[in-house]
């Protein structure tokens, strides 16, 4: 463990009460989240089965797989949202559920697959609750890292409108800002680009890597093997549980593997411009009819 | 792009300052609209006072000027006029928060203080010692019992619709719809025992009335208003945060177990309070907050002590209303907020719909 993650100099009784202290800017390298063996069982079902990952500062690591392989609930693992059955998760060096909420909310922030709003809030205050956990810690940063999220998520000219009254993607956009506002070195965003439109799915993962590039580390779940590929530093594909390859995308993405592990024959081939890897599903050629 | 950021500065921060600075003034508003209906509401009745005489004699009695009235008009004014207003202030206020807290803590904005059983609950406590004429406490029997056993049932909702350390929202609901049926099924059963003075008086109390008011009963309910009333504020945070669903709030960290626990259990101080000495008194926690939040935004700080407020001045109006607009007779509260608020809210759900495209 990273010594200077570790919050813990004043013994626990003399600590105020809601007032976690912040950690440290993490190194590049340092392990941010890991599950080690990790087994969760959903009602009777053993959704991930020994699963090993590990979320390094700097990096932004994709999870990719078909429908029901694990994906989001390794991300809710990974976020303490679900208590491992067996195996266990760190994050920031410690066993997830040794930290308290408050704690939490200063080291990671998730982005989850929908986002809903009870009251119709404006999208400024919605991005605004990003801020929540440094109430105590750091306010005077709240002005500006609320401004960066929504000009980062281009949803500065909608700050007025309440969430209520924008489109699917746009309040994509609103809750990813909201998460960004966070600011925390650990960003958990679960399909952050299902609901968007061509430019926005790349500006997202542009500002995956630019977190990525300041020291933070991203995990993602994605459906795009397109886009795991051009953005992802790494990828975890998984199976039935399991994790069936992690590496770079180039060495991980092979026809065998993604043909197998989607139950569907896959291409994959370089860009022939750029040498990028791209996977598409193996199709006949257009036939006339 | 860059018009469009033009644009945005220019348009962007003028709405949350709006919504702050309608916050201030609605506050101030209210404020100024009870300072001025209380000594109004003082001096109307079946014996008027004038408004210059009441607030001589509030003078005379903080020592601070002013003239003693005669016998009778201070009698009226301080044995029947002042504990009648300032219960109705005491159960409008917690009502009105108790309604916002509510809706709040389901992030549903038609959640009423009745749904999880406070007020069945209430009720059930209440009729039970008219009926069975208990009067182990004296004066106080009837609001203790319901407020006792308002606080059993909305602990046992929560202790039910819990399971696996989580509150499904759904299941604290029909688990509420289902002890509001039993409980319902209970008055019914000592209203078929009780005889017939009891049943006139169990049918008065359910009606929803403040005419019974005296000073003990102010001060019965006095402590659970005050303490339910002070704690709300602190939460209000918290609440907004919720309203992004409970994974998200715990993500900000919210510890939202406890947060819920804290809040039903001040939801049942206020709630049950109010129900106990006023009986069943519908519609202020419902629509006040939603006034509110169509007014000045759906952010709490603002909304769980405006609805104290407003819900005083509403309740204030009504019972004022109540007491004079049949005269001599006295119209139930509980039928008149019921008769005025129903369409209202008809009303608001229908204009809200329009406006913001559903409650969502």
Not at chain 2, 248 to 277: C, F, K, M, N, Y
Not at chain 2, 316 to 333: G, I, K, Q, S
């Amino acid at each position: 463990m990273n010594p200077r993650t570790s919050p813990r100099t004043t013994p626990r009784v003399l600590r105020l009460r809601n007032r976690p202290v912040p950690p440290a800017a993490p190194e590049l390298g340092d392990v941010l989240a890991e599950a080690e063996e990790l087994t969760v069982r959903l009602g009777a079902r053993e959704v991930l089965a020994g699963v090993d990952v590990r979320v390094r500062a700097g990096e932004v690591l994709a999870l990719v797989g078909p429908n029901g392989a694990g994906k989001s609930t390794l991300l809710s693992a990974l976020a303490a949202d679900l208590p491992p059955t067996a195996g266990a998760v760190r994050i920031h060096g410690r066993p997830a559920s040794a930290w308290s909420a408050p704690e939490l909310a200063l080291r990671r922030a998730v982005l989850p697959q929908s986002a809903s709003l009870s009251f119709p809030f404006t999208v400024e205050e919605v991005v605004r609750m990003g801020r929540a956990p440094w109430a105590a810690a750091r306010p005077e940063d709240d002005e500006a890292a609320v401004a960066g999220a929504m000009a980062a998520t281009e949803v500065t000219r909608f700050a007025a409108r309440p969430f209520s009254a924008l489109s699917g993607g746009e309040r994509a956009r609103v809750a990813l800002a909201r998460v960004l506002a966070q600011s925390t070195s650990l960003l958990l965003l679960d399909e952050p680009t299902a609901a968007l439109d061509l430019r926005h799915q790349e500006l997202v993962l542009r500002l995956c890597r630019a977190r990525a590039h300041a020291g933070d580390a991203v995990v993602v779940v994605l459906h795009d093997l397109g886009l795991a590929a051009a953005y992802a530093h790494r990828v975890a594909v998984l199976r039935a549980g399991r994790v069936a390859a992690d590496g770079p995308p180039q060495e991980v993405f092979s026809r065998a593997l993604l043909s197998e592990v989607y139950e569907q024959p896959v291409e994959v081939f370089p860009h022939p411009r750029t040498g990028a890897v791209l996977v598409l599903p193996e199709r006949e050629a257009a036939p006339f009819d | 792009m860059t018009v469009m950021e033009k644009d945005v500065r220019e348009s962007a921060p003028p709405a949350t300052g709006q919504r702050r600075t309608t916050a201030w003034l609605l506050t101030a508003s209210l404020v100024v609209a009870l300072l001025v209906l209380v000594p109004v509401a003082a001096g109307v009745g079946a014996y008027p006072v004038p408004v210059g005489d009441v607030l001589a004699s509030v003078q005379h009695r903080i020592g601070v000027g002013g003239a003693e009235l005669d016998r009778v008009a201070e009698s009226v004014l301080w044995n029947v006029r002042f504990p009648r207003i300032v219960l109705a202030l005491l159960v409008g206020a917690s009502l009105g928060c108790a309604g916002a807290l509510m809706q709040g803590v389901f992030g549903n904005p038609l959640a009423e203080p009745g749904v999880i059983g406070v007020s069945s609950g209430a009720a059930v406590g209440a009729v039970a010692s008219i009926a069975l004429g208990l009067d182990f406490l004296g004066n106080w029997t009837v609001s203790v019992l319901a407020f006792a056993a308002g606080l059993v049932t909305v602990l046992l909702v929560y202790a039910m619709s819990r399971s696996g350390g989580r509150t499904e929202v759904v299941t604290l609901i029909l688990t509420g719809i289902a002890v509001n049926a039993f409980a319902g099924a209970l008055i019914g059963l000592f209203l078929f025992f009780a005889d017939a003075a009891a049943v006139n008086q169990i049918t008065f109390w359910q009606l929803g009335s403040l005419a019974q008011a005296t000073w003990p009963k102010v001060l019965a309910v006095l402590p659970c208003a005050v303490l339910g009333l002070a704690v709300a504020p602190l939460y209000a945070r918290r609440l907004d945060l919720l309203s992004l669903g409970e994974r998200p709030a715990r993500h900000l960290g919210v510890d939202v177990e406890r947060l819920r626990i804290v809040l039903v259990l001040v939801i049942a101080l206020l709630t049950a309070a109010a129900v106990s000495v006023s009986g069943i008194i519908g519609f202020v926690g419902l629509v006040v907050p939603h006034l509110l939040r169509m007014a000045a935004g759906p952010g709490h700080r603002f909304l769980l002590p405006g609805s104290a407020l407003l819900g005083a001045l509403v309740l204030l109006a009504a019972d004022l209303t109540a007491r004079t607009v049949a005269e001599p007779a006295e119209l139930p509260l509980g039928v008149l907020t019921a008769l005025l608020g129903s369409p209202f809210f008809f009303w608001l759900l229908r204009r809200t719909r329009r406006r913001q495209g559903g409650w969502a």
